[in-house]
T-cell receptor
């Protein structure tokens, strides 16, 4: 089945610095790659996604890049703020519109 | 994107009993999914809830343990049957309007089995 690896598992950055989280996927047929932010006690919230027909997508301080050849994609958060502290999950689609999730990255922004 | 209301938000249950979790979507969606998230872990897909037919379960999950209903395009339930402490987890529902668009999640049900 589909496998998604995510690194690092924990990440601490100074406020204002950038954070990068990386994921690799196994199924070459995957063509949709969302990123979710999960705060304590809440369900995952979609923050950005990318499809296989583009290499990069930006939304204000958040960007995602995709390398189809290498089968990896990354989340970039610039000018980090304390409210960016959360657990972030990458995911990739497989089969009939199902998603497989990465193992998660706990991001801590140090004031 | 659709908004999902999930309830209960949390419950503490006795072993051997069953709990039914409900998800209501504010608009018609093509597909609904149920996930389990153990504390500090990632999300594992339990099954796809199919409208008007039996759910499709992932490897390691069976209908007798996790019966699912989806009577229409906006509502689904997951029952955790004959619970044991190992079933203590967060259960989440999700939906999509299709074409890999708009996957949203409910707020989750935190289940503790004692």
């Amino acid at each position: 089945g589909e496998n998604v690896e995510q690194h690092p598992s924990t990440l601490s950055v100074q406020e204002g610095d950038s954070a990068v989280i990386k994921c690799t996927y196994s199924d070459s047929a995957s063509n949709y790659f969302p990123w979710y932010k999960q705060e304590l006690g809440k369900g995952p919230q979609l923050i950005i996604d990318i499809r296989s027909n583009v290499g990069e997508k930006k939304d204000q301080r958040i960007a995602v890049t995709l390398n189809k050849t290498a089968k990896h994609f990354s989340l970039h958060i610039t000018e980090t703020q304390p409210e960016d502290s959360a657990v972030y999950f990458c995911a990739a689609n497989f089969g009939n519109e199902k998603l497989t999730f990465g193992t998660g990255t706990r991001l801590t922004i140090i004031p | 994107s659709a908004v999902i209301s999930q309830k209960p938000s949390r419950d503490i249950c006795q072993r051997g009993t069953s709990l039914t979790i409900q998800c209501q979507v504010d608009s018609q969606v093509t597909m609904m999914f149920w996930y389990r998230q153990q504390p500090g872990q990632s999300l594992t897909l339990i099954a796809t809830a199919n409208q008007g037919s039996e759910a499709t379960y992932e490897s390691g999950f069976v209908i007798d343990k996790f019966p699912i209903s989806r009577p229409n395009l906006t509502f689904s339930t997951l029952t955790v049957s004959n619970m044991s402490p190992e079933d203590s987890s967060i259960y989440l529902c999700s939906d999509t309007i299709g074409g890999n668009y708009g996957y949203t999640f409910g707020s989750g049900t935190r289940l503790t089995v004692v």
